[in-house]
């Protein structure tokens, strides 16, 4: 067999997986990887920090659903990668993560840029290796990629010390990976799927709850079959949406903390709740014994450590949730005990409660004159880019208003940091967007706070062509933290107070790209007209109501019921 | 309730550090540990005591599954089994108390293993009660050191 050196047969291992694009920073223990790249077809995305790389690639993960994979060198380059991969980690992101290691005889002497970035990642990684015998590298970048996309999926790192990539080795043929202890359940029991479909029939307050798992499975479509099929209201989590149209009647919008007034009293009122590809997390249900008191409750996830960990499930379905939708949807189907007509009539009177509660809490904002309401923002981006653009965020109010304003009909059009909360992720997310779906306008919804935690992203956005828009919402302070303050610290601004912030129109110049801002209501139509219509990155600074605050909101402990309201 | 958990492991560097770093990133605890190969010397077994409430417990099995390396999780106290711990114990045994160490020894069934003239080291096997027994018992008379080896524990073979 033809010998080629270690890091030809990682490269080479990334074109069998059907990678073009990567993003990584050069340092010395990774110069012979990025000198085999050069030689191939794959386009590394030079970053200017290290965790503007994995967030690249995790953004890049959420619009195509493959795996993305970043390239970090040895040390610093490694750990400035870590929040961006517990951020992967904590949303479940397929990517793989290549580092660089200190040559092998050097690994545990203290060596220069040296650091035990597997013993680091560990606990915020799906799984990660060291490779320290050459003969199995090729085996090792398979099964990353395969324990990284499959079950539920996740980052896996592998560190790579310089001299097993310096080595020659066999490229043998991919065969079909099979491992005795990793076995996903895929395939729902028909027993459990049977159980859940009789007690859906006899309902009278179903809701679906519905979260990330059903945009990493592709499950949208059987979901949306299955709640049109059967009349059910439908909420979603901030990972869920985009699993289900937005502007669907039936859609009841985000639950949980900044959730809709109407989706939390559904819930609260449900006496069934169907869990699909969510977990039970405490932004989503507030006081636990007041979560869905009435509810009988079915749970259906790929990782059974999800089901009864926060809330006991009365009937757990271990699968992944495109096949049990599937497997439910056929078991309508199929059953004479299901009368479509007379079970949608049955939830009219459910739906016109729902109906009511939005009546009396629309989602919603009070306008005053021509100061900018951030959420007047929101929904004039919708409106202009037609409810289609890709839409990342930073982490704070910004993301909430996004979440809440958007209407999101397609899944994997939204990519924010849910789990871990990273500020700094929107731009890099947008990015990496950027680079899959060029045609596609990707925007960065953000804060003038946490753009800027990754804001030197700007010249990888510029060197690439990548013409994203970053709309900040400027209200000069650290505004959700500043509106915990308001409403549960007396006013004390500590450590919110942004004195000082920079010109982000000059900013923008200074990176070659175009800065356009608004600080009055009648010009936010025409900067983010301008902003789309130019073929550049573009950040519009909107100066915005300062002390304007996210509503609904349950403060943090109480039951969703209790919420503050607009 | 205590819990003895047998877990099935492939028998490489870095695995024993995810189980623990399971334990303490979950909160959850560890009473003791016990690990070393099996026949098959990829795979290791390790035998861990742990104390929760039925949910408790199975996060704890079910993220224990969840790694990758691991192989096979039993709760073991489900069902009929048998456990064993080890002690190694260096008791005072001078002149007025030699007999009575012995005599102590000899009703647990322990063994004499390394003698001095001020002391005796003595092993005894056992259920963890009966080692916590002899403890309890050597105690009076003077312990200088003790060493436990943790449970081991193997479920009961079917009687059909």
Redesign the interface.
Known sequence: MEKISGSQAIIRCLQEEGIKTIFGFPGGAVIDLFDALMDSDITNVLVRHEQGAVHAADGLARVTGEVGVALLTSGPGATNGVTAIATAYMDSIPLVILTGQVPTPLIGNDAFQEVDI??IT??CT??NY?VKDAKDLVSTLREAFH?ARTGRPGPVLVDLPKDVVAKMVDFPEKKPIR????QPTYEPHPGQIEKACKKILKAKNPVLYVGGGVILSNANEELTELARKLNMPVTMTLMGLGGFPGSDPLSMGMLGMHGSYTANMAVANSDLLIAVGARFDDRVTGRLDAFAPHATIIHIDI???SI??NV?VDIPIVADCKHALTAMNAWFNNSSDFNREQVAASHEPWLATIGEWTKKHPMGYLDEGDIIKPQYVIQKLDELTHGDAIITTEVGQNQMWAAQFYKFNKPRQWATSGGLGTMGYGLPAAIGAKMAFPEKTVIDVAGDGSIQMNIQELATAKQYKCPVKIAILNNNYLGMVRQWQELFYNKRYAGTVMEVTPDFVMLAQAYGAVGLRATKKSEVEAVIKEALATDNTVIMDFVIAREECVFPMVPAGKATTEMLLV | MKHTISVLL?NK??VL??VT??FS?RGFNIESLSVAETLEPSISCLTLVTRGDE?II??IT??L??L????KVTDISDSEYVEREMVLIRVKAEAQTRAEVLRVIDIFRGKVVDVSPKSYAVEVTGSASKVQAIIDILKPIGIQEIVRTGTIAMARASKK
């Open positions: 597997v013993g560990r606990p799906k799984h060291l324990i491992m005795q202890n990793y990782d059974p450590t009864s960990k006991k | 492939q560097p870095g550090s995810r770093g399971l990133g949910a199975e996060q079910k993220q599954h969840k990758i390396d691991v192989i």
